[in-house]
């Protein structure tokens, strides 16, 4: 089994900064995927930003050039540096990541419980 835990949601106001981060931790051989996702109120959950192993990195268009995905591959984290936060930008944030638990099979995604972004004066 594996555990997903997030943290750095929170209330900042429009131009501010957030860095969120998302730790994984159980029977893990290696970290395949790690992405956030968003989903806000009314809408449906969307791809902010997500990082391979071999750090290929993918924006939404909404985010590039304020978010800045990374991830400490030692240590199974995965951070969303956040910068020039918008009012569209609140939403509740996901942490996914795509999991290998073994050398050989396949592999199982696994979600954060979600962490709350709001971005208001």
């Known amino acids: 089994q594996v555990q997903l835990v997030e943290s750095g949601g929170g209330l900042v106001q429009p131009g501010g900064s957030l860095r969120l981060s998302c730790a994984a931790s159980?029977?893990?051989?290696?970290?395949?995927?790690m992405a956030w996702y968003r989903q806000a109120a009314g809408k449906q959950r969307e791809l902010a930003a997500s990082i391979s192993s071999s750090g290929s990195i993918s924006y939404a268009d909404s985010v590039k050039g304020r978010f800045t995905i990374s991830r400490d591959n030692a240590k199974n984290t995965v951070h969303l540096q956040m910068n020039s936060l918008k009012p569209e930008d609140t939403a509740v944030y996901y942490c996914r990541t795509v999991i290998r638990p073994a050398v050989t099979g396949p592999t199982y995604q696994y979600w954060g419980q979600g962490t709350q972004v709001t971005v208001s004066s």
């Open positions: 159980g029977s893990i051989f290696s970290i395949v995927t």
